[in-house]
């Protein structure tokens, strides 16, 4: 019986230090937004996100080996422009990749070695970023569809 009155209070206090070292050890945002906050509402601008669902853009991105593909599948790109590609690993920050992908034949074109043994999110902008694409890539997979962060009609 004295096991458990020692035992109990001791094994929750051991969990609340490795939950509290789990916390603070990585704790940057996965998301790449700039967000205000006004009194409890965060915001954050949204307006690639429209500009990319107006202009009705959407692409392919497939890695291989050692190169990332970005092709075009609906909408008017600018071919001449390269793009900005963003992977952003799901819970540590410190293992995000920026690519800046080349014009190529089929689209654009970035070399690069990638990981696929995670989940990746992915965001696709131009310099200066006029529009925004995203999607997730999940684990173990080569493509994945990237479009505006939301659609529907205009207000």
């Not at 915001?43 to 092709?71: N, T």
């Not at 689209?107 to 131009?126: S, T």
């Amino acid at each position: 019986m004295m096991w458990l009155v020692i035992a109990l209070p001791l094994a929750s206090v051991i969990a609340g230090v490795i939950l509290l070292t789990l916390a603070f050890r990585d704790s940057a945002d996965s998301v790449g937004d700039v967000v205000q906050r006004t009194a409890q509402i965060q915001v954050s601008d949204l307006s690639p996100d429209a500009r990319a669902r107006d202009l009705r853009l959407s692409a392919i991105v497939r890695i291989d080996e050692g190169y990332v593909e970005v092709l075009p599948v609906t909408g008017e790109f600018d071919r001449g422009q390269p793009l900005r590609l963003v992977l952003r690993h799901p819970t540590q920050a410190a293992s995000d990749v920026e690519l800046r992908a080349a014009p190529s034949d089929n689209g654009w074109r970035a070399d690069a070695e990638l990981g696929l043994d995670h989940d990746w999110k992915l965001e696709l902008m131009p310099e200066g970023t006029p529009w925004r694409l995203q999607g997730r890539l999940p684990m173990g997979q080569r493509a994945a569809h990237v479009k505006p962060a939301f659609s529907g009609e205009q207000e």
